[in-house]
């Protein structure tokens, strides 16, 4: 069973601080990974992708990859509370259809 | 900024009934796929679509669910008997192709399905 583990939170942390999330998985067929941010009765939205070992930066948001620990994490910087969301780890395996296979999500609430 | 469109954004209907759930891709999208989330719990994999066939699909997706590319532009899933269980929200998303950097996958805003 191709499983991806978050834990729900809530994630609890101040405005400006960093908040980190994490993420890890069992399928090692899994070659992308992407993080999505998911609002309260909306849709999932793209906010990283990462391919390859070690860190991608876009803006306030790096990605981690460690695909010998099956392991992906979300760091973001200066949070702001338009940031409290679920987020969303996701693995895609090319060799399934393009199946992407989520995470329950942590839920993320930056307070004021 | 192109993205997935999805209608109706609500849908009830008595179990038994069989509902359509419509999508419009990105246009020069070529991956197609469904997922759908029961509410409070994890966004699942239904199906994904290319080149006019189904190139994956889950143990959710049985002999009730299907999938149609009817035209140049819609993509639907069709639920032949509804049940209560199958009351979700329902995405259809779209990727421009595999391969690295060209698979990332867009989700439209989704349809609310309650099966009374």
């Known amino acids: 069973q191709k499983e991806v583990e978050q834990n729900s939170g809530p994630l609890s942390v101040p405005e400006g601080a960093i908040a980190s999330l994490n993420c890890t998985y069992s399928d090692r067929g899994s070659q992308s990974f992407f993080w999505y941010r998911q609002y309260s009765g909306k849709s999932p939205e793209l906010i990283m992708s990462?391919?390859?070992?070690g860190d991608k930066e876009d803006g306030r948001f790096t990605a981690q990859l460690n695909k010998a620990s099956q392991y992906v994490s979300l760091l973001i910087r200066d949070s702001q509370p338009s940031d409290s969301a679920t987020y969303l780890c996701a693995a895609l395996n090319n060799n399934a259809g393009n199946m992407l296979t989520f995470g329950g999500g942590t839920r993320l609430m930056v307070k004021p | 900024e192109p993205e997935v469109t999805q209608t109706p954004s609500h849908q009830v209907t008595q179990m038994g009934q069989e509902v359509i759930l419509r999508c419009v891709p990105i246009?020069?999208?070529?991956?197609f796929y469904w997922y759908r989330q029961i509410l409070g719990q994890k966004v699942e994999f239904l199906v994904s679509?290319?080149?006019?066939?189904?190139?994956?699909k889950s143990e959710i997706f049985d002999d009730q669910f299907s999938v149609e590319r009817p035209d140049g532009s819609n993509f639907t899933l069709k639920i032949r008997s509804t049940k209560l269980e199958d009351s979700a929200m329902y995405f259809c998303a779209s990727s421009e192709a595999r391969g690295r950097y060209q698979e990332t996958q867009y989700f439209g805003p989704g349809t609310r399905l309650l099966v009374l």
């Open positions: 679509f290319y080149n006019n066939e189904i190139s994956e």
């Open positions: 990462i391919y390859s070992n």
């Open positions: 246009s020069n999208h070529l991956y």
